[in-house]
């Protein structure tokens, strides 16, 4: 079967680095995403991987290993407006999207 | 602005009554998608469509009835709801549905079935 993996929550303080790992088994890879959730809102895009490696945008950055089915997310300079949850999915070989349970990420001043 | 219209926002409802959820999107997307959100649980998909006119059945379709008459319009329909499909739900839409081509989502519909 298809399986996402992250942690279920994660608490770190405002300021510092955090990083999120998202582990996965899927038939096919065509791309990674991340995606943002505060909560009682929608998700909206953070970053997309489809190469092995790292992209970065801003504060944020996103690291993939196809060998290893491996990524992760990596927030720096945290604010508390970074509290939410982290989704990772994975675009299987039939371009269907696999969503894991996503990361509550808590931050604290 | 440009983006996913989705109503009702919120929704409490008898079992055994039939409900449509409406989702339209000006962004004329060709890929549109039904979401359920349940805590502790990743989003899974009920149904979707790669373009007007088709649908696909997703991850836990039963229960639930979707049709793409055109592009903006992608009403979800629970034919008679029961207290599991309590849950909220999100209606998403991508360019392409492929490649890098992200998901774009509504603000959701939050349906409780007593």
């Known amino acids: 079967g298809q399986n996402i993996d992250q942690p279920t929550e994660m608490t770190a303080t405002e300021g510092a680095i955090v990083q999120i790992n998202c582990t996965y088994q899927?038939?096919?890879?065509?791309?990674l995403f991340w995606y943002q959730q505060h909560a009682g809102e929608a998700p909206t895009f953070l970053s997309y991987?489809?190469l092995d490696g790292l992209e970065e945008k801003g504060r944020f950055s996103s690291f993939l290993s196809r060998s290893k089915g491996y990524s992760y997310l990596l927030l720096k300079e945290l604010q508390m407006k970074d509290s939410a949850s982290y989704l990772c999915?994975?675009?299987?070989?039939?371009?269907?999207?696999?969503w894991g349970a996503g990361t509550k990420l808590i931050i604290k001043p | 602005i440009a983006g996913i219209t989705q109503a009702p926002t919120s929704q409490i409802l008898a079992a055994g009554r039939r409900m449509t959820l409406r989702c339209t999107q000006d962004?004329?997307?060709?890929?549109m998608y039904w979401y359920r959100q349940d805590l502790g649980l990743g989003l899974r998909l009920i149904h979707y469509?790669?373009?007007?006119?088709?649908?696909g059945k997703g991850e836990v379709p039963d229960g639930y009835s979707v049709s793409r008459a055109n592009t903006d319009d992608f009403p979800l329909t629970l034919a008679s709801a029961v207290p599991s499909q309590t849950s909220v739900y999100f209606c998403?839409?991508?360019?392409?549905?492929?490649?890098?081509?992200?998901?774009?989502f509504g603000n959701g519909t939050r349906l409780t079935v007593t």
């Open positions: 998403a839409s991508s360019d392409t549905g492929q490649g890098s081509s992200p998901l774009h």
């Open positions: 962004m004329r997307h060709n890929a």
């Open positions: 469509s790669n373009t007007a006119g088709t649908t």
């Open positions: 899927t038939s096919g890879f065509n791309g």
């Open positions: 991987n489809v």
């Open positions: 999915a994975v675009r299987d070989s039939n371009y269907q999207l696999i």
